[in-house]
C-alpha cells in the first residue's frame, strides 16, 4: 500500500530556484530508486514561500529504505543546502479549514 506525504521545503534566501530545480529531480531519482510509485507529485507554493509537495512512497518499507539509500542520502543532503524542513503546522494555511496553495507549474514528474 502506498504512502502519500506532504513535505514543505522553506527556500533559503536567494535559494528558491536552486531549490525548485532540484525538486524537479526528486521523485525521478526516488522512482529510479525503486521508492515511490508513478503517481504524479504536486507541487504547490504557500503565502509565505514554503513549497510544498505531495508525493506517493510506495510503502512504508520503502521510506526506511531510503534513510539507508546513497542516492537519496546524497540528494537530501543537497536539499539541506537550499532549504529548511518546516512543518506543515507551521503553514498558515494548515489553519484555515480547507487549506489553499498557489500551484506551482514546474515540470516536476
Known amino acids: 500500500m502506498g504512502r502519500l506525504v506532504i513535505a514543505a521545503y522553506h527556500p533559503r534566501p536567494g535559494k528558491e ?3 525548485r ?3 524537479r529531480e526528486h521523485v525521478p ?3 529510479a ?3 515511490v510509485t508513478d ?3 504536486y507541487l504547490m507554493r504557500a503565502k509565505d514561500g514554503t513549497l510544498v509537495e505531495i508525493f506517493e512512497w510506495k510503502s512504508a518499507d520503502a521510506i526506511a529504505t531510503a534513510h539507508h539509500n546513497p542516492a537519496v542520502l546524497a540528494m537530501w543532503g543537497r536539499y539541506e543546502l537550499v532549504c529548511e524542513y518546516a512543518p506543515l503546522d507551521s503553514l498558515a494555511e494548515a489553519h484555515d479549514m ?3 496553495f498557489e500551484p506551482v507549474d514546474d ?3
Open 17 to 19: 530556484a536552486e531549490l
Open 21 to 23: 530545480a532540484l525538486m
Open 29 to 31: 531519482i526516488l522512482r
Open 33 to 35: 530508486e525503486g521508492l
Open 39 to 41: 503517481r504524479p507529485p
Open 98 to 100: 480547507f487549506a489553499e
Open 107 to 109: 515540470d516536476v514528474q
